[in-house]
């Protein structure tokens, strides 16, 4: 245990892991949340489970590409843009909510809306992944994405 405490005392080690853990965690909460929402909304957990199915596989489509565009235009604008895109996606889901549309036809938005957000979902863990090798020397590298995976 100690080994990974003494990660935590690298300088900017810290804050980082920490920030990304927060910044993760709605990306895992949301597929509950989806899936509760939209249980509620049509009444079937067969079809909110379709719904969530898409948000899994926007971000399945979306991650590496994503990840990718980090490379070319940097991970600020690319994170910044991402959720963005997510954002206005999952605003999109709540004006489908709200609208008075036929329940295939909400279905049918809600999927589609779900997948883009998934496609849009911010690529917070490759870019932070990418920059443990720079906080900290190559022999720390393994235990430093093991200590991410059991954080996460």
């Known amino acids: 245990m100690r080994r990974y405490l003494d990660l935590l005392s690298v300088c900017g080690f810290a804050g980082l892991f920490l920030a990304q853990l927060v ?32 948000l899994t596989v926007g971000r ?23 959720a963005l895109g997510s954002a206005i996606a999952a605003a999109a889901v709540v004006i489908v909510d709200l609208s008075a549309l036929p329940l295939p036809v909400m279905i049918a938005g809600y999927a589609v809306l779900t997948s883009l957000c998934g496609l849009f979902t911010p690529p917070v863990q490759p870019v932070v992944r990418a ?11 393994s235990r430093a994405y093991s200590l991410d995976a059991a954080a996460q």
């Open 23 to 54: 910044a993760r965690s709605p990306i895992g909460l949301w597929s509950i949340g989806l899936l509760l929402f939209t249980r509620d909304r049509v009444g079937s957990y067969a079809a909110a489970g379709l719904i969530t199915a898409m």
């Open 60 to 82: 399945a489509v979306g991650t590496p590409v994503v990840s990718r565009a980090v490379g070319r235009w940097g991970p600020r604008r690319v994170l910044a843009a991402s």
């Open 131 to 141: 920059l443990f090798p720079h906080l900290l020397p190559a022999d720390a590298l």
